[in-house]
């Protein structure tokens, strides 16, 4: 089975400053890897993700985030956060198998202060 | 416009009461899943679907009843054997139940009394 793992909970950041969120993973077969962003009390929307070849992805609101198979990371980075990118932020993982379903993480709570 | 539905949006119910929330997507998708949220807790599976007349288990389906007669519908039960049932439901959807990326509702937020 496999599972998710988001380092931080919360992370708080200035304005204009960059970020990491981090993620690493764990699967004994191939995954595709996903990260979402869920404002208060809304649905999760899609920021990006990695099904195959260049490891590194970009994704909606200048978002990006780094395959690396050997580390079992996939994290989220931006370079220079807004106030509006105040947000939870979910990695998820889903295996190249019929019949699974999207396992998320624990989430990380981004605050990004003027 | 395409997308998914989540009624209704809160929902209040009394204790040792079923509760239905009706989840409907017109995108076509084949796969259809339930999740909860609870603060701290990320989102958990409680069942999935990929084809109609069939659905899974997921992490946490203890409590929970779930049909799937038509490609659109995915409704969830909560029934009183749910022990803690005041939480956050997604539903979602996706074209098939491999690598492709899911569309999630609005969620519907559930507190029992």
């Known amino acids: 089975a496999q599972s998710v793992t988001q380092l931080d909970s919360q992370v708080p950041v200035f304005e204009e400053a960059p970020v990491e969120l981090r993620c690493n993973y764990s699967?004994?077969?191939?995954?595709?890897l996903f990260w979402y962003v869920q404002y208060p009390n809304q649905g999760l929307q899609l920021l990006l993700k990695y099904l195959s070849g260049s490891t590194l992805v970009k994704g909606i609101n200048g978002f990006e985030a780094e395959f690396n198979k050997s580390q079992t990371s996939f994290h989220l980075r931006k370079p220079s956060v807004h106030i509006s990118d105040t947000a939870e932020y979910f990695c998820a993982v889903i295996t190249n198998q019929a019949g699974t379903a999207l396992i998320f993480g624990k989430g990380t709570t981004l605050s990004v202060s003027s | 416009d395409g997308g998914i539905t989540q009624s209704p949006k809160y929902l209040f119910r009394k204790e040792g009461q079923n509760v239905t929330l009706s989840c409907e997507q017109n995108?076509?998708?084949?796969?259809m899943y339930w999740y909860r949220q609870d603060p701290g807790q990320g989102l958990r599976l409680i069942y999935y679907?990929?084809?109609?007349?069939?659905?899974q288990k997921g992490d946490i389906a203890e409590g929970y009843s779930v049909s799937r007669e038509k490609k659109e519908s995915f409704p969830l039960t909560v029934t009183s054997a749910q022990k803690n049932p005041t939480a956050f439901y997604l539903c979602?959807?996706?074209?098939?139940?491999?690598?492709?990326?899911?569309?999630f509702g609005q969620g519907t937020r559930l507190t029992v009394v």
């Open positions: 979602a959807s996706s074209f098939d139940s491999a690598n492709t990326e899911a569309f």
């Open positions: 995108l076509n998708h084949d796969a």
């Open positions: 679907s990929q084809i109609v007349n069939d659905f």
């Open positions: 699967s004994s077969v191939s995954v595709y």
